[in-house]
């Protein structure tokens, strides 16, 4: 087991890049097989899922687009409690099969506030593919279509996901060591 610093915060080796790979391929390969002749548009949300937006779409065989949006809500391991839009949609999303990409659904929150924006212009179809669900520290009801991985409540590091603006690459994910994340 690894331990790094990031700032003043000690993270222990959790999920290696060689397994988030196989997963994320394993994702695809199911997204390949749902969307086939759908040209599905996903949307992924920044920062956070830049990296697994990018592993996934390149393990995608089908006719699909991607667009990305940025919201932002964390400040250091704790969310604000507020949701930020710092760059909105540019794309036409009616009638479209719609799959939202984010790298962690922690309390809910960001999904909860984002996805009556998108509902509103009335896709075709709606789902979420995440990298990486908290269970027990999300308190806002999202029914998660694809998840990657179930985690414990810790705050995570790695694999695009920051601590105060660091940690984003590298290449696997770290847990703090200690103490829940909200
Ligand atoms: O379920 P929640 O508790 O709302 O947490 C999930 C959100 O937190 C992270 O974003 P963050 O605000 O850290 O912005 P970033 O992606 O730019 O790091 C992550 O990318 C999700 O969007
Ligand atoms: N980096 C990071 N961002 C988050 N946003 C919500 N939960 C988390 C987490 O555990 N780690």
Request: aromatic share 10%; net charge negative; with cysteine.
């Amino acid at each position: 087991m690894s331990v790094i610093t990031v700032h003043d915060k000690s993270f222990v080796s959790y999920l290696p890049e060689s397994l988030i790979l196989e997963k994320i391929k394993a994702l695809a390969d199911e997204l390949n097989r749902d969307y086939a002749g759908k040209k599905p548009l996903f949307i992924a949300i920044l920062n956070g899922s830049f990296m697994f937006a990018s592993d996934l779409f390149k393990e995608l065989h089908i006719d699909a687009e991607i667009c990305f949006i940025k919201l932002a809500s964390y400040k250091g391991t704790k969310s604000t409690g507020h949701v930020i839009t710092a760059i909105g949609l540019d794309t036409d999303i009616t009638d479209r099969h719609v799959v939202i990409l984010e790298d962690i659904i922690d309390t809910g929150k960001t999904m909860n506030e984002f996805l009556p924006q998108i509902r509103n212009q009335q896709p075709a179809s709606l789902k979420i593919a995440v990298l990486l669900h908290k269970p027990d520290a999300t308190v806002f009801p999202i029914q998660i279509d694809y998840c990657c991985f179930s985690i414990p409540n810790k705050f995570v590091v790695g694999y695009g996901l920051d601590y105060d603006g660091l940690g984003r690459n590298i290449r696997e994910l770290y847990q703090l060591e200690t103490g829940p994340s909200v």
